[in-house]
């Protein structure tokens, strides 16, 4: 089927903190869906199929709770009945938005999903109801290719937005597509956590995901376009990916991806949007996923024939990473921290100056968010002292053959495959055998930025 995803620069309130009437955020909306509607027209005419457009697009970011009030719209989250925003606009008051969206979709005979702010009243005498009577939702819609609202989906990890409420319960959201069967849909910081992303693609057995987010990009280990691809090959599902893009605030990083090849963009240099447009094949056998333990043998390892070179503490991510660096032009590492031991053979196919090393950290991590990982990462370093491995890098030269692997404790381990440039590369083996994960790449296709098994032991959060 041909997808398209919308990378958007938004156009922000310049005082988000400010209080405005309804009919100056509305016209503020009003230019972001203006290029929306652009990007529709644009990507139905190369044939799309479903368009995505990202988190926080239509109203921006860096609201109050009182300050985002006149941004958001009413949308009805019963699923009985079935409505048409467009063709039914009075049914109910305050969906300026949902209703030009609905009518896009509808014009061009697309499906759409789109990120908006919503409200929901509620009584002061329901436990969960905030002060001021009403809930605020950071809220996805999918709408049909006939305008209609097909599914809403409430965002649940919610990250540093205090203008917003978490639902009760962590929202389940799909909707039905007659080219692709059936699209679950989740939010930005959802992707890091169980519920809802790992339990709905496992409940509902689905095979394509619409990812609306606004990700800044973390080196080494969570660059959007880096994760997005992670988390298409661990599941094995197809994602439509779009972020929103802001350079200086270090937000770019969109794309369509299957598991075994992807159609990205990543740019820190220039300003104004990207559409993405890309034919991808559709997911229906459920091929054994990389969660699923495979059987073999791991070859034992030669002990002490050589000389390890001395592990090192940096800080990396804001995790303490326990590290040894790579000296010479091939070699066989170990290192290891609580139960986790990541293993790594290396031969440099081209020498450089530059430093890598192989870093382990088995913890919970509690910056930015809390949840517990399991990483074994081979990353460029910064410079060539220590104390700059961990440090972003964007640019490598060194081309690698290397095979990695770690005995991790969780089955969701997301392999993370970066190269020069934030380039993707895909590796050549990877999975289960006996209780080690193995990653291994035949010489990557560009200098080596990050290759590592990012594992997130959901229960130990």
Known sequence: YVAAVYEHESILSPAPAAPVERRAALELMGRNLDIYEQQVLAAARQGAQIIVFPEDGIHGFNFTRSSIYPYLDFIPYSHSGKWNPCREPYLYNDTEVVQRLSCMALQNKIFLVANLGSKQPCERAEPRCPPDGRFQFNTNVALGADGALLATYRKHNLYFESAFDTPAQPDHAFFDTPFAGRFG???????????????????????????????????????????????????????????????????????????????????????????????????????????????????????????????????MMYDNFTFVPLWGEKGELQVCANSLCCYLNYQKAVLTDELYALGVFDGLHTVHGTYYVQACALVKCGGLSFSTCGQEVTDATALIDFQLWGNMSTPYIFPLLLTSGITLDFADHMGWKNNYYFLSKNRTSAGLLTAALYGRWYEKD
């Not at 992707?191 to 987010?213: D, G, W």
């Not at 990207?274 to 043998?297: F, M, S």
């Open 185 to 315: 849909m989740f939010t930005c910081f959802d992707i890091l956590f169980y519920e809802p992303a790992v339990s709905l693609i496992r409940q509902y057995n689905l095979k394509q995901i619409v990812y609306p987010t606004a990700w800044m990009n973390q080196l080494p280990l969570l660059s959007a376009v880096e994760f997005q691809q992670a988390f298409s090959t661990a599941f094995n599902v197809n994602i439509l990916a779009a972020n929103i893009h802001h350079p200086t605030l270090g937000m770019t990083g969109s794309g369509i991806y299957t598991p075994v090849k992807s159609f990205i963009y990543h740019n820190m240099e220039s300003y104004g949007g990207k559409l993405i447009v890309a034919e991808i094949p559709v997911i229906t056998a459920d091929y054994k996923t990389n969660l699923e333990k495979t059987a073999g043998r791991v070859s034992e390892k030669g002990e002490g024939k050589e000389q390890s070179p001395p592990s090192f503490y940096a800080e």
